[in-house]
């Protein structure tokens, strides 16, 4: 059996658990502070909060032990009975391994229990010693984005150990429909259209205007809708169109194949999203710990699979940038993802805890 836990912040963890739970041979159990997802039908295991401490007090508590760990404030009872329910579950429960999507804390606790942990491999700087830690005890590292993108730096013990699956999205088993992809500018620019073989879905109107879909993730924002309206009003012949958290999409697999460019955060699920959707894309990065998203944002432009840039640009920049992501197109998402990343990644689990479940057997044979 094999634990996953589950970061509070933001969508894309939960998301990712569900997309390669569906692909396991192996019972999983969530673990998280969070409630299920509707339609989880496995076992949930939800644990206490642990930053129910008040602001004012949190500096006072020491959250970082001396910038050992990332989050432990002293004296919190919400962390106290969270390992509490962690330690009781891996005793009564003995699994196989567990996954840890994200917590330095959470997987120093369970490899403490002589568990062995996957922990999943973040974008961004991270050589502090609280990820140095989980790093080097995790079993394998689990990357939701290709090698290219962020690894080539890491130490051989890490690469050694990573299992860069690619993005992985909940549109991986869909195919792209046909449509309509604008090739130089506006006034004498040329409409093109790309096919894929086994496309489906209605094909996009010829003489509809050119649609900027701008998706906001969960774990908040830092630009304005001032300064989306300035971009808007910088781009005439281009309907803009918001989803998020306050305007969520009533089915976003359709608002990404009509969108001619997608504006998106720098979020790892929004970004396998809109690559299993092939869209041209301007990745935005909002303001993260360890800087994740600007090294995503970064990595997208090196590969030059889409547009990437470190924060909200100037309003005048826009319309140059619309047209860059247009002439990038959006086929170079292949180098992305693959479609595969969620089975590709469960595979990998369901052979790394077989392993270890014949392993603990010759264990208690033995003893």
Not at 209 to 238: D, I, K
Not at 316 to 321: Q, T
Not at 331 to 339: A, D, F, N
Request: proline share 8%.
């Amino acid at each position: 059996m094999i634990g996953w836990y589950v970061h509070h912040q933001g969508l894309g963890h939960l998301t990712r658990l569900q997309a390669v739970a569906e692909h396991l041979r192996s019972p999983v159990t969530g673990l998280s502070s969070l409630p299920p997802p509707d339609g989880w039908t496995s076992e949930w295991l939800q644990l206490d909060r642990d930053d129910r401490m008040p602001a004012c007090e949190v500096a006072r508590a020491d959250p970082r032990a001396g910038d050992v760990l990332h989050w432990v404030p002293l004296h919190d009872v919400g962390l106290a009975r969270r390992a509490a329910a962690l330690t009781e579950w891996v005793t009564r429960m003995r699994p196989s391994l567990v996954v840890v999507d994200v917590s330095v804390e959470v997987a120093t606790l369970v490899r403490l229990c002589g568990v062995p942990v996957v922990v999943l491999a973040m974008p961004g700087e991270r050589t502090d010693r609280a990820h140095v830690l989980a790093y080097d005890l995790a079993e394998a590292l689990l990357a939701p984005w290709p090698e290219a993108a962020h690894a080539t730096a890491w130490p051989a013990s890490w690469r050694d150990k990573l299992w860069a699956v690619g993005g992985i999205s909940r549109f991986d088993d869909r195919v792209p429909a046909r449509r309509r992809t604008s090739l130089g500018s506006p006034a004498g620019g040329i409409e093109a259209w790309v096919d894929s073989p086994t496309a489906a879905g209605p094909e996009p109107d010829e003489t509809s205007p050119r649609r900027v879909l701008v998706l906001w993730g969960g774990g908040g924002r830092s630009t304005s809708a001032v300064e989306v309206a300035a971009a808007r009003a910088a781009t005439p012949g281009w309907e803009w169109v918001e989803r998020g958290p306050g305007s969520p999409s009533p089915d976003l697999w359709a608002d990404l194949e009509s969108a001619d460019v997608v504006v998106t955060h720098g979020g790892q699920n929004a970004v396998a999203e809109v690559a299993a959707a092939r869209r041209p894309a301007v990745v935005v990065a909002q303001p993260r710990p360890f800087d994740e998203q600007v090294a995503t944002a970064a990595a997208v432009d090196r590969l030059g699979v889409a547009v990437g840039v470190p924060a909200w640009p100037l309003a005048s920049a826009w319309p140059g940038l619309l047209e860059q992501a247009l002439d990038r197109g959006g086929e170079g998402w292949r180098q992305w993802s693959t479609g595969h990343g969620a089975p590709y990644a469960a595979a990998r689990l369901d052979e790394l805890a077989d392993r270890h479940h014949r392993r603990g057997g010759d264990m208690r044979t033995a003893s």
